[in-house]
C-alpha cells in the first residue's frame, strides 16, 4: 500500500506515518512544512489543488489529518479555510483520480458530543449551543462533507479521537498546553466535575491503521482510553513530573464568567486569553466522556491506561519531547 499522510507533520499525523511504516506501508507525507518519518514528502497548503493532486498521484490510500486545532477566535477564519475549505478540496482531488481510493478521515470526538448523563457514542452529536466554539463548527462541517462523500458512493472512513497526549505534540496543541501548563505549575486549579477521555497518540495512530483495513466506509469511529475526572488527569500529570498536585476546584459558572471577563480584558489589549480561554471552558460544560466500545468490537482497536498514557506525556514535555 502507498498512503498519502496529510498533516504529517502534526502531532498525530506524525504518528500515522510511523505507524503505516511499522505496518509496511509506503508513506508520503504533506504539509506545510517538511518532517522526518515518511519515505517521501510533498510541501504545500491543502488548499493548494495542484499540490494536492500532485501529493494524491499514485497513492492508494489517503488519510487527511492537515486541520486547524485551536480555540482561539483569531484563527476562527482559518479554521473554517483549513478544516472545511481544505477537507474539500482534499476529497474532490482524491476523488477525481480514483473512486475507489480509500480515504480516512481524521475528525474529533468533539462531532460526537459531549452529551450530559453519559458518556457519548459515535450515534450521538454535539449540542447546537456548542456550534458557537469554531472549532467545534467547522470539524463537524469537515465530517460532514466527508460522510456526504461516502453517501454518494466514496470510500471513506471517519476516526473520530478523543484527547490524544504523547510525544511530539511540541507546538503545542490546545491539549498539549493543559499537559504543559500543569508540569509547569503554572495550572493550579482544575474545573470541578469535569472529565476528559485520554488515550495515548500511539493508539490512535494505530486506530487509524485499522480504520483502514477494517472500517466500514460511511461509518464514524470514536478512537479513545478511558473517562477520567480532570482532577485526576491532573494529578497523574504533576505527580509524573514530581510537581505538587492542584486541589482548587473550581466551579464550572465561576470559570465560565472569569473567561468572559478575561476574554474581554484580552481583547481590548488585543491579546488571546492564555489560561481562561473562553470557548475551551464552554465546551467543558458536560465532561467530555465518550464510549469507543464500537471501534473495539469492529476494529480490533485497543488503547493502553490513561495514567500511562499521561504520565509519558508528562515526562516527554518535561524531557522536551
Not at 82 to 95: D, F, Q, S, W
Request: charge should be positive; include cysteine; glycine fraction near 10%.
Amino acid at each position: 500500500m502507498k498512503a498519502l499522510v496529510t498533516g504529517a507533520a502534526g502531532f498525530i499525523g506524525s504518528h500515522v506515518v510511523d505507524a503505516l511504516r511499522a505496518a509496511g506501508a509506503d508513506v508520503r507525507g504533506f504539509d506545510r512544512r517538511e518532517a522526518s518519518g515518511a519515505g517521501e514528502f510533498v510541501v504545500g497548503d491543502i488548499l493548494d489543488r495542484e499540490a494536492l493532486a500532485h501529493a494524491v498521484e499514485g497513492c492508494d490510500t489517503v488519510f487527511h489529518l492537515a486541520a486547524c486545532y485551536s480555540y482561539a477566535r483569531a484563527d476562527a477564519g482559518l479554521m473554517e479555510r483549513v478544516n472545511v475549505e481544505g477537507t474539500r478540496a482534499l476529497i474532490e482531488t482524491a476523488l477525481r483520480g480514483s473512486r475507489s481510493r480509500r480515504i480516512v478521515h481524521t475528525s474529533s470526538c468533539a462531532t460526537c458530543g459531549p452529551v450530559p448523563g453519559r458518556p457519548a457514542t459515535e450515534a450521538d452529536h454535539p449540542a447546537a449551543w456548542e456550534l458557537r466554539v469554531p472549532y467545534k463548527r467547522t470539524k463537524l462541517a469537515a465530517e460532514r462533507l466527508a460522510l456526504l462523500a461516502a453517501d454518494e458512493g466514496a470510500d471513506i472512513v471517519v476516526v473520530n479521537p478523543t484527547t490524544p497526549v504523547g510525544p511530539g505534540d511540541r507546538r503545542p496543541t490546545p491539549t498539549g498546553k493543559m499537559v504543559a501548563d500543569v508540569a509547569s505549575g503554572r495550572a493550579r486549579a482544575y474545573l470541578a466535575r469535569s472529565a476528559l477521555n485520554i488515550v495515548a497518540v500511539e493508539d490512535v495512530a494505530k486506530g487509524h491503521v485499522l480504520a483502514y483495513e477494517r472500517g466500514r466506509s460511511g461509518q464514524r469511529y470514536l478512537l479513545g482510553g478511558e473517562n477520567m475526572a480532570m482532577r485526576d488527569v491532573f494529578a497523574v500529570i504533576a505527580t509524573a513530573v514530581g510537581r505538587s498536585v492542584p486541589r482548587v476546584a473550581v466551579p464550572w459558572t465561576l470559570a465560565y464568567a472569569a473567561g468572559q471577563f478575561g476574554g474581554v480584558a484580552q481583547r481590548l489589549a488585543r491579546r488571546e486569553p492564555t489560561l481562561l480561554n473562553l470557548d475551551e471552558i464552554r465546551v467543558a460544560r458536560w465532561p467530555m466522556s465518550f464510549d469507543d466500545a464500537l471501534a473495539r468490537r469492529e476494529l480490533g482497536y485497543v488503547s493502553r491506561p490513561a495514567v500511562a498514557a499521561l504520565a509519558a506525556a508528562a515526562q516527554a514535555i518535561k524531557a522536551g519531547r
